[in-house]
Every structure is written in structure tokens, then in C-alpha cells.
């Protein structure tokens, strides 16, 4: 514990600017996991487990069509809509088939594929780790806000997750297909019976799912390295968004994810030695006060 | 009626005495079958985030094996090599060596495990009484702690500690020449991590006193995300940081570090940083990072060591990595200690063993030995860096001296307690 680094980093603006940064960078691409999660649940009811294999599929895309064409934009796009036509596959294709079962079935389906998916990639791209590189034009020195070091390419991360996160939020608020795609989660029977097509709603919120998820796998591609496998230990992290958030809340996604951000952040200054365990306390607190998490609803 | 037994020899006996004749008369030819090949067995990593490594030491064994097959074997029994994927799990390692040994019938142990796994295999080595060599695993204790002592294990990869003395003799010369005194640590949070750092600052210290660490970093081991880390080191403000992180770890912590332009703010000693795996693998590779040599094919400077990396590359189309050379090493003793033994057995080998100096393209002067009191690998190749972002990657090479690593590794055994 060092709780001097920690009082002496928050009476620090330069401190505190660099490690809030650091704090949304962490939190920012965990939101792109996590809400691709909790929309899954909260509409088809599925805790998806294999998840974390669309953040790594966006992650390799992306590297792929960067290495292709040199394009970052391109590399971003890729990440991202192939991640969302390989959720629709496989929702239509294994996911459906399902929906409804006993829990132990979904789950066991979904790790399968998270199995499958890895030997996919290591028969693909090779076991080996690859690295997608920075693109030149975040080659760039950092910039020096109150003292604090920024670098360009996280402001990029932090500025397309929040446009994310306020797209989704307006879409499902605002639009007639989020009207739709809400009432389907609360009620899809009663949205079938208006003659909606329910199976194109969960096709159509599973690959948008994915797309989010792999598109925070693509905006991490130039900073960590690419490995099969590599989508696990956030999936883990996004489960706990997910949990302290609510299953079910884009808010609470959103929320969870900065916490969990900061937690790591300034835990690393005041608790090296206690960051992870920091984020599972946080966890534990959370359930207990609030078993349905911070934004969850209660189940009738 | 009776049936009366006739005089001479009877049916039962001519065919017992055939069979016995042709048992007599084949035993030479089953035999030979029998001797045509030497199984051995060879656990490591072939999958996960280390399978890299694990596939480098495979390439490794095999090319030497090749080799020595084409000229007649040990003691002219044709190497099989059978090769099987721990996962890096050291449960599994155990399990697969015990297998290896009992069902597919090796009489020969390549323990290509991290230290995690070696050490579970080398108490299947001490239970089955096989001659067993560890090729990867750096954690000195594994040879130099007497408890581990057995006679049928030995160890071809480097050690951590006498990487930790070149290192920090090599890092003190200048922290003293620009006054480098506020250090700081990142390396990952397991024993070699704890131990090859705990060892680099001792050193370090050893020969520069005024150095102080200000701050340690212990991300976990595959920890995807470093910027919280990379922050943390920022705010510290040292003027030198060591990390002993490697492989995807390292690769990923570099790109991160790079876009907070950590590298142009102090001088960094990554110890693992020099072998080809992370080399080729970084986009954007800083220079002037400080590294330990793993491999490389420019050091040693020789025409055998260049040719070695060389064949290797023609062979798999990448270069070879640390855990490479280690493993082919092993093969080359076999070899060696085969001959002068004039027998593939194993307890014989391991007699040869002991004390054994062979021509090496990774030796410091052309030969590696195995030392025979403590079974592991001396007279490697071993020195420090900086390095530039193209080939050869680093250019120039300071050799460690052996003969102040045997002095202070002497020094260490004995504040271990070990001697």
C-alpha cells in the first residue's frame, strides 16, 4: 500500500490528468465490450460467453486490412463490420437454436465456440503473437495538458467509444427500431404478435453486439499484442462491468466501466500490489448493497 | 487301452526345442530392432500465448537432430523424437513426461518447460531415475539449490542469475557514467519475474550504491493492458527503468509505452528485449533500449554462430529464439557425451556428461561446458546492448566476463546457503 504516491498524485494536477486519462482509456475500451454484453442479455436473455471472441476477431480484421491497405480508417471499419456479419452467422446459424434452453446448454455452447474460435484464428493467422503497429499518424509526441501526459491516439479511443456509447443511447431512446428492439426485451412475445419479426431483432442486436466488441478489438490493435486466446481476460473484465453496472443497463455499462477504469488507474499508485483484488472488492461491495448491480432492474 | 509312450524324442520336446532354437537364433535380430532407435521425449509449450517459444524449441531440437542422425545416431541408434504440448501448465508437463517415459517407452527427457513446469518435471525425472536435460528454464535454483540435486538432470538454458550479474555490472557502468540514481521496476508478477529482477537490483547495487529504486511495477503475467502501469512510471520520474517482461507482454508493453514517449524520457534496460521473437514482432521499435543478448545471430561474432541462425532461418523461414539455441544445445551434449560413452544409455550419457566441453556457435569462446558440480551450463555467450530498430538489431555487443560471473555466482550460492 502506498498511500503517500496516491494523496500526493490527487493533490497533483499533472497526476491527476494522466491518470484520469489513463483511467477512461481502460474504461472506454471495456464499455465497447462490456455493452455489447449486457444488450445481448438484456434483449435475448443469453449471457453470451464467448463474447471476448468478437473483440479479438475485430482486433485481427482490423490488423489484417491495415497490413492490406495501410489505411487506419479502413482497418477500423473492417474491425468492425466483419465482427458484426460474423455475430449474425452465428446467431442465426448456433445461437438461436438455444435461446430458451437450460442455462448449463447456453453456457456450454458458448465456450465451445470460444474453443473453436481461438483454433480458427491460430489456424488463420499462426499461434505466434503479432503486433499491429501504431499508424503514422499517431506517431506523434503525447500532449502535455496541466502538466499531464496525453497521448493523441487515446483522445481517437476515448472520443469513438463515447460516440458509440451516445449513438446506442440516443438509438434505443429515441428511434422507432430501439423503440422496438426494447419492447422485444421486455415483452418479445407480444412483439411477435404485431407481426414484427423478432428473429431479425436478435440477429440484428447479437451483430451489433459484435460490432462493438469488435470494434473496441480494432481500436486496441495498435497497442496490445494480437494472440489467439487474447479475448478472454476481457471478457472477465467486461463480466464485472456488466455485474457492477446491471446486466440489462447501457448507463450502467457505461458507469461500470469508468469505475472499474479508475479503480485501476489510481489502485496502481495507491495499491500496487492490490489493483485486481481492488476490482473484485469493488465487485463484492456493489453486490452485496445492490445484488441487481448499480443500474440493474429488478427481476419480477 | 493304454497308450504306451514311445522311445526317443517326444512331439512336445521337438517343438520346444525349435522354438527354443529360433528364439536362439532371432534374439540378434530383435535386438537390433530394438536398438535402431532412441525414443525421446520432449514436453513444452505448443500452445497459448507462449506456443512461439515452445514451437522455436522444437525447431531447435529437430535441426540438431537431423544432423546427428545423418551421422549414425547415438552410438549408432537413430534419434525419435516424440513431442508432446504441456500447455504451459505445470500439472500437465508432469503428467505428459510420466507418460512419455512409461507408455511410449523414452529413455531420454528434453524438458522444454518454463520454470513452472521444469520443476514438475524434474521430480518425474527423480522419480523414474531418467536422464532428463531442461533446456528452458532460467530460475537458477532449478541446478543450483543442492535439494534439487539429482544425478540424472541437467540444464542447458541460461541462468537468471548470471544474466542478473552481466546485467547488473553492465547497467552500473552507466547509471555511474550518466548518473543515473532514481530507478524504477516492471516486470511480471511470478518467480522469474520476482527473482530475475530481485537479482538485477542486487547487482546493480553492487557496483553502483547510489542507485535507488523510487518505484516497482508488477503486472500480471499476459496482462493485456499496461497503461496504468506505464502512467504509474511516468509520475515516478525515474531516470532508468529495468523490466524483465517478455514475449506478447513485452511487445504490447513497448507499443504502449511508446505513444506516452516513455522511451525518450529514461534510459530502459529490458533484459529479454534482444531475441528475435519480440525484435521482428515491434512496429515501431525505440532505440537505444538496453538488452541482454538471447539470440541473435551477429553475437557471438563468429561464422559458425551467423551460419547456425542461417540454417535455421532456411529451414523454418523466421529466426531462431532464445529457447532455440538452449534446446539445440541439448541435442549437441547428447551427441558429444554419446560418444565419448560409446553407449546411448542413459546413466552412461549422464557420466559423460559431467564436465563436458563441446564446440558451441554459442559459446563466448567457442565452447559451452557442463559444469559438473552443479549439472548446468557454463561459458555461453552472454553480454548487453542497446539496440537500433533494423538489423542487426544491436550492433554492438559488451561480453559479460566469466570469470567475475563464476566469482559473485560463488559468492551468491554461498549467501543461499547453497554451498
Known sequence: MDIDALTGCLASSACLVTQTTSGFIIGMLLFLVAVGLTLIFGVLKVVNFSHGAFYMFGAYFAMTAYQLTGSFALAMLCGAAGTAILGLIFERGFMSRVYGADVLMQVLVCYAFVLIFDDVVRMIWGPEFKSMGMPVAFQVAPLFIAGGVVPPYYLLLISVALAAAAVLGLGLARTRIGKVIRAAAHNPGMVSALGINTGLIYGGVFALGGMLAGLAGALAAPVRSLTPGMGFSVLIESFIVTVIGGMGSILGALIGALLIGMIRSFGSLGFPLFTEGLMYLFMVIVLVSRPTGLFGKEVA | ?419
Not at chain 2, 553492487?206 to 500480471?220: L, T
Not at chain 2, 533500449?289 to 553475437?299: E, L, V
Open chain 2, 1 to 419: 487301452m493304454t497308450r504306451t509312450r514311445k522311445p526317443g524324442v517326444s512331439r512336445r520336446a521337438t517343438l520346444a526345442m525349435m522354438g527354443a532354437g529360433a528364439v536362439t537364433f532371432a534374439a540378434p535380430w530383435v535386438a537390433r530392432a530394438q536398438s535402431k532407435t532412441i525414443k525421446v521425449g520432449m514436453p513444452t509449450i505448443l500452445s497459448g500465448r507462449v506456443a512461439q517459444l515452445g514451437t522455436s524449441s522444437r525447431n531447435g531440437v529437430t535441426l540438431e537432430v537431423e544432423k546427428v542422425n545423418a551421422a549414425g545416431g547415438l552410438a549408432g541408434r537413430q534419434i525419435e523424437m516424440v513431442i508432446r504440448d504441456s500447455k504451459g501448465q505445470p500439472q500437465e508437463a508432469a503428467r505428459v513426461a510420466r507418460e512419455l517415459v512409461n507408455t511410449d517407452g523414452c529413455e531420454i527427457l528434453i524438458d522444454a518447460e518454463a520454470s513452472s513446469g521444469a520443476f514438475a518435471v524434474h521430480e518425474v525425472a527423480r522419480d523414474l531415475g531418467v536422464l532428463c536435460i531442461h533446456t528452458n528454464s532460467e530460475t537458477s535454483s532449478l541446478t543450483a539449490d543442492p535439494k534439487q540435486h539429482i544425478p540424472n538432470a541437467f540444464r542447458t538454458a541460461r541462468q537468471g542469475v548470471h544474466d542478473s550479474i552481466v546485467g547488473g555490472s553492465y547497467a552500473a557502468t552507466i547509471a555511474k557514467a550518466k548518473g543515473l540514481k532514481k530507478w524504477a521496476t516492471c516486470s511480471p508478477d511470478y518467480a522469474y519475474g520476482r527473482d530475475t529482477t530481485g537479482e538485477y537490483v542486487t547487482y546493480l547495487k553492487r557496483f553502483a550504491p547510489d542507485v535507488e529504486i523510487i518505484s516497482e511495477s508488477w503486472p500480471k503475467l499476459f496482462q493485456p493492458d499496461y497503461t496504468e502501469v506505464v502512467t504509474k512510471i511516468l509520475q515516478a520520474k525515474p531516470q532508468a527503468l529495468y523490466s524483465c517482461l517478455w514475449g506478447g507482454d513485452l511487445t504490447s508493453y513497448i507499443d504502449q509505452a511508446n505513444i506516452y514517449a516513455l522511451f525518450s524520457q529514461m534510459e530502459v534496460f529490458a533484459v529479454n528485449m534482444a531475441d528475435y521473437t519480440a525484435l521482428t514482432v515491434v512496429k515501431n521499435l525505440p532505440k537505444g533500449i538496453h538488452s541482454g543478448n538471447r539470440y541473435i545471430k551477429t553475437y557471438p561474432a563468429t561464422a559458425e554462430n551467423a551460419a547456425w541462425g542461417d540454417a535455421y532461418k532456411a529451414k523454418y523461414n523466421e529466426y531462431p529464439t532464445n529457447w532455440s539455441w538452449e534446446n539445440a544445445t541439448a541435442i549437441m551434449l547428447l551427441a558429444e557425451a554419446s560418444k565419448k560413452a560409446n553407449s546411448a544409455d542413459g546413466k552412461k550419457i549422464a557420466e559423460a556428461l559431467r564436465g563436458l566441453k563441446i564446440k558451441s556457435p554459442f559459446g563466448a569462446d567457442g565452447t559451452v561446458t557442463m559444469r559438473a558440480e552443479d549439472q548446468t551450463l557454463v561459458g555461453y555467450a552472454i553480454g548487453w546492448g542497446t539496440t537500433i530498430p533494423q538489423e542487426p538489431y544491436v550492433p554492438q555487443v559488451q561480453a559479460g566476463d566469466w570469470k567475475t560471473i563464476f566469482e559473485l555466482e560463488a559468492e551468491w550460492k554461498k549467501s543461499k546457503g547453497y554451498t
